[in-house]
């Protein structure tokens, strides 16, 4: 996979030379390209953004640097690459959106500063790329940057072969729609904290169903919104009691919320 970032700080993408993307970037698996928006500038002061017209605080960027970066790289292909656009304005990156990207041939990130980007770049993106506008979350960031970080290693290791053991990546968070049961190691006795009982005694199927267990009663508990998300008839009948437990019920084909409080018998 080709990855390409565009940003004013491509000193700040350096986290991508280490660690397991690192390790990918030299094995091969992925071709990221970092490229510094100044390159494409042509004045003494290198210029990459300017005041806003009708006013406000702030810089904008200037479509020119952008669109002289964004053309050279979109011109090195014959296909049409997604330009992923990080800010607080797109839709929320997940692990959903992971998997898509892992699978795609070639993604281009442009990081933007300041108040953003001059909004013409986009549709002049839109002659060479598929543009997407990409949020974290709903906080702000200065800059693309650290965003492409986060996304850069959530797509790349999710390309075969940059996690060694794939079986790694199918029992991990949000991968079935729900949080990752609690893990232990050794000591089973810890300062008078003991390591649960049923993972001692290696019966698979009594570990497997408490592990599933776990995880619906930690999702419940943190994030009941991926609870209601999820699909009923995923759930057997030992989900059903647990989510019960937790507070749910499952009404006309979807997960709710028990009513509290007072109810008829
Ligand atoms: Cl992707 N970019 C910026 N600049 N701010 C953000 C963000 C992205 N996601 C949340 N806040």
Redesign the pocket.
């Known amino acids: 996979m080709r990855i390409d970032v565009v940003s004013i700080f491509p000193e700040y993408l350096q986290a991508l030379d280490i660690s397991l993307i690192g390790k990918a970037r030299r094995e091969g698996l992925l071709d990221v390209r970092v490229h510094d928006l100044r390159e494409h500038t042509h004045d003494r002061h290198r210029t990459v953004d300017d005041t806003p017209y009708g006013g406000g605080a702030g810089m904008v960027m200037k479509p020119e640097p952008w669109a002289a970066a964004l053309g050279s790289i979109a011109g090195t292909g014959d296909h049409r690459p997604l330009l992923l656009?990080?800010?607080?304005a797109?839709d929320v990156?997940t692990q959903a959106m992971a998997a898509e990207l892992s699978t795609r041939e070639h993604l281009v990130f442009a990081?933007?500063?300041y108040e953003g980007i001059d909004e013409r770049v986009y549709d002049f993106a839109a002659e060479h790329y598929e543009v997407r506008?990409?949020?974290?979350?709903?906080?702000?960031?200065?800059?693309?940057e650290?965003?492409?970080l986060?996304?850069v290693e959530a797509i790349g290791r999710l390309v075969p072969g940059v996690v060694g053991n794939p079986e790694s990546l199918i029992e991990e968070s949000h991968s079935d729609g729900l949080l990752e049961y609690p893990v232990y190691t050794k000591p089973a006795s810890w300062g008078g904290r003991e390591v649960p009982e049923v993972l001692l005694n290696g019966n698979h199927g009594k570990i497997a169903r408490a592990r599933r267990l776990w995880q619906l009663e930690r999702t419940a508990q943190r994030r009941p919104d991926l609870i209601r998300a999820l699909d009923p008839a995923t759930l057997n009948r030992h989900d059903r009691d647990a989510l019960w437990h937790a507070g749910f019920m499952i009404e006309d084909g979807r997960i709710v919320d028990k009513p509290v409080g007072p109810t008829e018998e």
Do not use: E, T
Not at 85 to 88: C, G, L, Q, T, Y
């Open positions: 656009v990080p800010s607080p797109g990156f990081c933007g500063r506008p990409v949020s974290l979350g709903d906080y702000v960031l200065n800059g693309g650290v965003a492409v986060a996304m």
